[in-house]
T-cell receptor, first 115, second 110 residues
């Protein structure tokens, strides 16, 4: 297992286009989190899954954002009709439910630039 | 006011100096994390604390639960320590998600 993988690493898109990011967590981890980080700020929580169930969504996650984890393994985060304000680093992390005492593992992030 | 506040925001040091980064939080927590983020964006977990003190190599992290304060110390700093250091907490009421500070940009000059 090579840790948490995110794809793509970088994405440049025109305003109004849809984009989709993928996260592959550590295989034994049943919790998966999405965070967004803008320049000079700490990450902000977007949503998290336990297995395939989306347990919590932040108010930051507008109607243009949707996340799925269909088989409880990888997850996708889609942004529809992108806006310049969506430009950020999108980070994925995973953990074991009840095992947060052992910490979280983060991916390298997907950097989105909306032009 | 953010739930997690870090200081300083930026820190420049000379190689070999002892460095301290501070984190204060305003909520009851289950655990506090210190994380390191390099320019590429990936985040590496350094420490997870719920009490006391932990040490790993030249890094030391302490936490005072009563005062809601934690510090990250780097002894004998080196240019390769240059990174953003982020404090994050898992609050008792927020399930398993983390709330992050804004980070401290550390630059260690040779």
């Amino acid at each position: 297992d090579t840790g948490v993988s995110q794809d793509p690493r970088h994405k440049i898109t025109k305003r109004g286009q849809n984009v989709t990011f993928r996260c592959d967590p550590i295989s034994e981890h049943n919790r998966l989190y999405w965070y967004r980080q803008t320049l000079g700020q700490g990450p902000e929580f977007l949503t998290y899954f336990q297995n395939e169930a989306q347990l919590e969504k932040s108010r930051l996650l507008s109607d243009r954002f949707s996340a799925e984890r269909p088989k409880g393994s990888f997850s996708t985060l889609e942004i529809q009709r992108t806006e310049q304000g969506d430009s950020a680093m999108y980070l994925c992390a995973s953990s074991l439910a009840g095992g947060e005492a052992y910490g979280y593992t983060f991916g390298s992030g997907t950097r989105l630039t909306v032009v | 006011k953010n739930e997690v506040e870090q200081s300083p925001q930026n820190l420049t040091a000379q190689e070999g100096e002892f460095i301290t980064i501070n984190c204060s939080y305003s909520v009851g927590i289950s655990a506090l994390h210190w994380l390191q983020q390099h320019p590429g964006g990936g985040i590496v977990s350094l420490f997870m604390l719920s009490s006391g003190k932990k040490k790993h190599g030249r890094l030391i992290a302490t936490i005072n639960i009563q005062e809601k304060h934690s510090s990250l110390h780097i002894t004998a700093s080196h240019p390769r320590d240059s990174a953003v250091y982020i404090c994050a907490v898992r609050s008792k009421t927020s399930g398993s998600r983390l709330t992050f500070g804004e980070g401290t940009q550390l630059t260690v000059n040779p």
